[in-house]
């Protein structure tokens, strides 16, 4: 037998043996219901560290992990939200590469929920600039923060206006604007809810993130945590994308901490069709995180 042969012979062999395991053979035929991007975040040593820049994060989603859609973090390119050559550069660097723009996850523009009335309209009009950017890039989404101070009815009524405001302004544009649970009421899930649902505006929404339930903190780490399974399934209703936060794995490559087959079932039982973008933050080299988080997804995700 030449070498030709062989190899061919090998391959059916190999193939027909891949099918014969009933959960290889069940993954091949099922798709999964949601597409992956990944958070510009998975990367935050990295870049905090300049080993890498803002401008090259598209091509290295695409290169080093086989990812076509980003989410950008507004903290790496603070400075360039109204900067059109900046904006055009980083456009053409995801063309070039196949790569969607997708969102921008917005920090450090003040307190969407502040109760106080003109910080929480100066908050509003922080968010302007990066509404406008999302635009330029092509983005559908930025992920803003339901921050405040006071009771949680306080808190709420100034994010129903704070976030209301802006998702008027966002509108004509066509960008969506949507709450992470990012620690304090905006944890809770049930309180994030039901801010949504006195907002009532389509193209505000909620990003679930899996693993940022924590309500309160103490020096010695959370001090009170909201159950993620219960916040998930509450904000479901309003989710315009998940946020699959990883930070450590056991031997056979799952989250120690969340339960991905209960999640993403309870997810696709939903309905939900869209994206889940990798978020890792843990303490294992951030290429081996998001490697082993997409493993993760493409593992589970066809399946549940």
Same mark, same amino acid.
């Given at each position: ?6 190899l061919?012979?090998?391959?059916a062999?190999?193939?027909?043996? %891949? &099918?014969?395991?009933?959960?290889? =053979? ?6 999964m *219901?949601?597409? !992956?991007?990944?958070? +510009?975040? %998975? &990367?935050?040593?990295?870049l905090? =560290? ?6 090259? *994060?598209?091509a !290295?989603?695409?290169? +080093?992990f086989?990812?076509?859609i ?21 456009l ?7 790569v969607?723009?997708h ?7 003040g ?6 009335e ?10 302007y600039?990066?509404v406008?950017?999302a ?5 559908k ?10 009771t949680?009815?306080?808190v ?6 704070g ?7 966002a ?30 505006k389509?193209?505000?929404?909620t990003?679930?993130?899996l ?14 945590e909201?159950d ?5 399934q509450?904000?479901l ?9 990883t ?15 209960r999640?993403?079932k309870?997810?696709k ?32 995700g066809?399946?549940?």
């Amino acid at each position: 037998m030449d070498r030709r042969s062989f190899l061919m012979q090998a391959g059916a062999v190999a193939g027909l043996a %891949s &099918l014969s395991n009933p959960l290889v =053979a069940e993954t091949a035929k099922k798709k999964m *219901f949601f597409e !992956i991007s990944l958070a +510009e975040w %998975s &990367l935050h040593k990295a870049l905090f =560290a300049k080993k890498i820049d803002n401008l090259d *994060f598209p091509a !290295i989603a695409k290169k +080093e992990f086989g990812i076509d859609i980003v989410e950008y973090v507004n903290q790496f390119f603070k400075d360039k939200a109204k900067d059109a050559t900046y904006l055009k550069e980083l456009l053409g660097r995801a063309k070039d590469n196949g790569v969607r723009n997708h969102l921008i996850m917005i920090d450090g523009e003040g307190g969407l929920a502040d109760t106080d009335e003109k910080k929480r309209m100066q908050a509003v009009e922080n968010h302007y600039k990066w509404v406008e950017a999302a635009k330029t890039l092509g983005c559908k989404t930025i992920r803003v923060n339901a921050y405040g101070q006071g009771t949680a009815e306080d808190v709420a009524k100034a994010a129903i206006d704070g976030l209301g405001r802006l998702s008027e302004f966002a509108q004509p544009y066509g960008i969506n604007v949507i709450v992470e649970n990012h620690g304090g009421y905006s944890s809770n899930g049930q309180w994030l809810a039901n801010v949504m649902k006195q907002v009532n505006k389509k193209n505000c929404g909620t990003l679930p993130d899996l693993g940022n339930f924590c309500i309160q903190r103490s020096k010695d780490g959370c001090a009170e945590e909201y159950d993620r399974y219960k916040g998930v399934q509450e904000m479901l209703p309003y989710a315009k994308g998940i946020s699959a936060k990883t930070h450590d794995f056991d031997a056979a490559g799952n989250e120690v901490q969340i339960d991905y087959n209960r999640m993403l079932k309870m997810i696709k039982d939903f309905g939900f069709k869209g994206i889940v973008g990798i978020e890792y933050e843990g303490k294992m080299d951030e290429y081996e995180g998001i490697r082993k988080t997409k493993a993760l997804l493409d593992r589970v995700g066809p399946v549940v």
